[in-house]
């Protein structure tokens, strides 16, 4: 499963540290389906295995939806892209 992020950042209880924020429904999708989540960013990406989405998640938050009337969470991880490897 593959979910594009605008941003990126920094803040919060773990100071210092880049974080990116999935909606939970994400998060769960991926769970149900004993899959890893591929996180884009710009041309970057972040794999996060399913063992990684259930204990790393660094902060969570309750937003309400604008649109629906479904709230969701926002669960915060690490940003650590995938290393890049040349071919040469």
Do not use: H
């Not at 999708?29 to 710009?42: D, G, P, R, S």
């Not at 709230?71 to 290393?83: A, G, Q, R, T, V």
């Amino acid at each position: 499963m593959i979910v594009k992020v605008k941003k990126i950042w920094y803040g919060g209880d773990t100071i210092g540290v880049a974080k990116v924020s999935l909606r939970d429904y994400d998060v769960n999708e991926a769970l149900a389906n004993n899959e890893k989540l591929v996180v884009q960013y710009k041309d970057m990406k972040m794999t996060l295995t399913p063992k990684q989405l259930e204990t790393e998640i660094l902060e969570s938050s309750v937003f309400k939806s604008k649109i629906g009337k479904r709230n969701y969470k926002l669960l915060d991880y690490e940003w650590k892209p995938d290393k890049l490897f040349s071919a040469s």
